[in-house]
Nanobody
Framework: QVRVVESGGGLVHPGDSLRLSCEVS????????VGWFRQAPGKERNVVAA????????HIADSVKGRFTVSKGNAESTVYLQMSRLKPEDTALYYC???????????WGQGTQVTVSS
């Protein structure tokens, strides 16, 4: 069984920062990569960032490049999405997913809501 749990979402003002966490737990499954996605109401779900489990490869979507970073704790099973200079258009449900191949995802979390509003 693989458990993927996001946390850290909330209501913030434009220009604020927020850090999301994705905790992965399993006794038998070690991911190759972890991805962060977001989906706003009425829109498609899009990838925001991705990182390999060994952190030797990182992808940041152009739409958030320069504002968002992704990282993994060395001794942890947690991946972080650090978001800064947040904008109202960043408002979405943010999901974390893990996969056994780059750009392919096997297990998803339930999502954490991020709302950016003045």
């Amino acid at each position: 069984q693989v458990r993927v749990v996001e946390s850290g979402g909330g209501l913030v003002h434009p220009g604020d920062s927020l850090r999301l966490s994705c905790e992965v737990s399993s006794s038998t499954y070690t991911p190759y990569n972890v991805g962060w996605f977001r989906q706003a109401p009425g829109k498609e779900r899009n990838v925001v960032a991705a990182i390999t489990w060994t952190a030797d490869m990182i992808h940041i979507a152009d739409s958030v490049k320069g504002r968002f970073t992704v990282s993994k704790g060395n001794a942890e099973s947690t991946v972080y999405l650090q978001m800064s200079r947040l904008k109202p258009e960043d408002t979405a449900l943010y999901y974390c997913a893990v996969g056994s191949r780059w750009t392919e995802y096997d297990y998803w979390g339930q999502g954490t809501q991020v709302t950016v509003s003045s």
